[in-house]
């Protein structure tokens, strides 16, 4: 392996991608949806009551990357069977490349133009960035994270395209995984929730269920005349629980023990991509009680992936009362906001799956082979 | 740089393709590799070429084992597949480009080297159109070229002169003895059997997956071999009879000729001779076949 032969391989590759007609035109194509979107997003969002640049924010990173996953798998899921197909690549095979040389060429040619695509969505998502209250460590951090992810998926198509004879295989296969990772994990915490959910003594902190029985509100017809209207709302008052009412006290509830399977949520690129970098919280606007009003997708994926991380907690805070609703009882996800993020695991995952998917086509391309796939010729 | 091959077998799944072959190339001379449809020369060359590994046998070029060496046998190999494939993005002289930088040549000499090798195969004129435009022959001619980038020391050769037109397979004659003169060696497949018995030193004969005997091409061997000799007369009795009466075995074939078996050529002469001077009218009288066509129908008999 040598940094010659890396380049010659990817020289190769991109020449061949450049001169074929069909990319720039992708590349347009690719540019105008996304100033599409990201115009559409911010009409959408740019209403005066419901001024939220970070739904901007939100849609344009994840349509990045939705398409980005389209796309960079046709870059690579064919590279390997296809040479074969045109006999062409059994010529670099015998010449003195090794097999790293022209996995580590292929990859650095798709990747090279994958970031041309996440280069050219740039300065939509520049504008979406700073809509989104993001901090410019959070933007460097994203991109940070779907440059890797790019790296990632141009590797598994890489891999599948050694592992098929026939190049239409090996990108329904590429696709498949895709489709795995984004769908299949949420599907398989949806679906495996039920199996972590017992019935358990729980202890809870908020009004007992017998508080309402003992303290029946009393009988008050706000339309008798002999009732001043302070009489009236302090007669009411004795009818609501205060703070002071919350108890600690153990009750059997359904829990789920989302903490057993939270794992295959940062699988998902998305989680990744959003816990990475969720926008910051809209500061509160006038007359507005909840801080967590809008569309904020990647706030909601990232504290409830954090939130299924940190399972159900110790005690159980229902302590629900309206005075101090705004202040001390935070919106659970917002709290989950608070702890440690998920994405390291799920970014350390798809490393590792990329690693390992370059080492099975590194080992797929070494020569003289032994074993051959059926039905295939090496030339 | 000899090509050495004891007793190589290699299976596909249930499929035999090389059962046994045992060959040797020297340098300085061209090697013909000859046999049927399916007889396993491909599959050889691929084991030769570092592709394939043998199930069983040795293969050493220069000494070198391919499974265990591959990196110093390719600096040493050119090998030229059957169905040579091109980056058909690429320009002509690109591909040559391209293949010299993966031999790590430096790219003054690389484009020297591209020079020459374009000039040796006649593409200069299409050296910078698109590869995929080149006929088959174009391309065939392409991938000799290729095959010598690396200046190689052995040279393997799958069907090279297919596709080719006739001055094409004459210079491609003339390269092949040119590389056999500079000390190279040439292990060369193909089923124009005339074409070989021009260029090749000795033939190996595979069938079925084995290699069945070694023949030598030179004069001397050409002198003594048994050979069909065929004889055009104007009077096809008095030839038939006249036969019969020497005892010479004699068949008749298509369009009044008649074919006779004759160890050698002084025999042949002989016979001449004696036809003309008892009176039987000649008009023509040339070998039916080479040697190496002989010696390849006799090897491969028993697939008819
Ligand atoms: N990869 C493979 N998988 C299965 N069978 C194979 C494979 N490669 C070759 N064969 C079989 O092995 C046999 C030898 O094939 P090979 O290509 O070596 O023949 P060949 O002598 O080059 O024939 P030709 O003169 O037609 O070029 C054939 O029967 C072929 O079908
Ligand atoms: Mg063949």
């Known amino acids: ?379 | 740089m000899t090509i050495e091959v004891q007793g190589v077998r290699r299976a596909f799944g249930d499929v035999l393709a090389v059962d046994s072959i045992s060959l040797t190339a020297n340098p300085g001379e061209v090697t013909a590799l000859i046999g049927p449809n399916g007889s396993g020369k491909t599959t050889l060359l691929l084991m030769l070429a570092t592709l394939l590994v043998p199930d069983q046998g040795a293969i050493r070029i220069d000494g070198l084992d391919p499974v265990t060496q591959p990196t110093e046998v390719r600096a040493r190999i050119g090998w030229m597949p059957d169905g040579f494939g091109t980056w058909d993005a690429l320009t002509v002289r690109e591909v040559l480009l391209t293949v010299a930088a993966a031999y790590r040549i430096a790219p003054d000499r690389a484009r020297t080297r591209t020079d020459a090798l374009l000039a040796t195969v006649h593409l200069e004129d299409l050296a910078d159109r698109r590869a995929r435009v080149l006929s088959r022959g174009q391309k065939q001619r392409l991938g000799l070229a290729r095959a010598l980038i690396n200046d190689p020391s052995v040279l393997l050769l799958d069907e090279p002169a297919s596709g080719l037109d006739p001055r094409s397979r004459i210079e491609l004659r003339d390269v092949l003895r040119g590389l056999a003169a500079q000390g190279k060696t040439v292990l060369v497949s193909s089923h124009i059997l005339t074409e070989l018995q021009e260029v090749a030193d000795r033939a190996v004969i595979v069938a079925r997956g084995r290699s069945l005997e070694t023949q030598r091409l030179d004069d001397e061997h050409a002198l003594t071999a048994t050979a069909s000799w065929r004889i055009d007369s104007l009077d096809l009795e008095g030839l038939t009879a006249w036969l019969a009466d020497h005892h010479v075995p004699a068949r008749r074939v298509g369009g009044g000729l008649t074919e006779v078996e004759v160890a050698g050529e002084e025999n042949a002469a002989r016979l001449l001779a004696d036809l003309v001077r008892d009176g039987i009218r000649v008009t023509g009288y040339a070998r039916s076949q080479g040697a190496l066509e002989s010696a390849y129908l006799a090897a491969t008999e028993d697939r008819r």
Not at chain 1, 164 to 178: D, G, K, N
Not at chain 1, 191 to 205: C, G, H, I, N, R
Request: aromatic share 10%; charged share 15%; net charge neutral.
């Open chain 1, 1 to 379: 392996m040598s940094w010659h032969g890396i380049r010659t391989v990817a020289a190769l590759e991109l020449r061949q991608r450049v001169r074929t007609s069909k990319w720039p035109v992708v590349l347009g194509i690719w540019v105008a949806v996304i100033a599409l979107v990201a115009f559409l997003a911010y009409y959408a969002t740019n209403d005066e009551q419901l001024r939220s640049g970070e739904a901007m924010y939100d849609v344009v990173v994840f349509f990045v990357l939705g398409l980005a996953m389209l796309i960079v798998p046709s870059l690579t899921a064919t590279s390997v069977n296809g040479d074969r197909e045109h006999g062409v690549l059994a010529t670099l095979q015998t010449t003195l490349l090794t097999h790293w040389d022209i996995v580590l060429g292929k990859l650095v040619a798709a990747w090279a133009l994958s970031m041309a695509f996440l280069v050219s969505a740039l300065p939509f998502m520049a504008w979406a960035f700073f809509e989104g209250g993001v901090s410019f460590g959070r933007i460097l951090l994203s991109l940070l994270v779907l440059v890797l992810v790019l790296a990632v998926i141009c590797t598994v198509g890489l891999m599948f395209s050694t592992l098929t004879a026939r190049p239409i295989a090996s990108a329904v296969l590429t696709y498949l995984a895709m489709g795995a990772l984004v769908f299949g994990t949420t599907i398989g915490f949806a679906l495996s929730a039920f199996l972590v959910t017992d019935k358990e003594q729980q202890t809870v902190f908020g009004i007992p269920d017998n508080w309402y029985d003992t303290h029946q509100p009393p009988n008050v017809d706000p339309s008798d005349p002999t009732l001043t209207q302070e009489q009236i709302d302090q007669l009411m008052k004795a009818g609501q629980p205060t703070r002071a009412d919350c108890t600690t006290f153990t009750r059997t509830t359904d829990v789920a023990h989302t903490e057993r399977i939270w794992w295959m949520l940062p699988l998902n690129p998305f989680v990744v991509v959003a816990d990475a970098a969720p926008s910051k919280p809209r500061p509160p606007q006038r007359n507005e009680v909840s801080t967590s009003a809008g569309f904020t997708p990647m706030r909601w994926i990232s504290g409830g992936a954090r939130l299924a991380r940190n399972g159900p907690g110790g005690v159980s805070d229902e302590c629900w009362v309206d005075e101090a609703s705004s202040s001390s009882n935070q919106d659970p996800i917002e709290k989950a906001l608070g702890t440690a993020p998920v994405w390291p695991y799920g970014l350390a995952f798809l490393l590792l799956a990329g690693t390992g998917a370059a080492t099975v086509a590194g080992r797929r391309l070494r020569t003289p082979v032994r074993r051959l796939p059926n039905g295939t010729r090496i030339a």
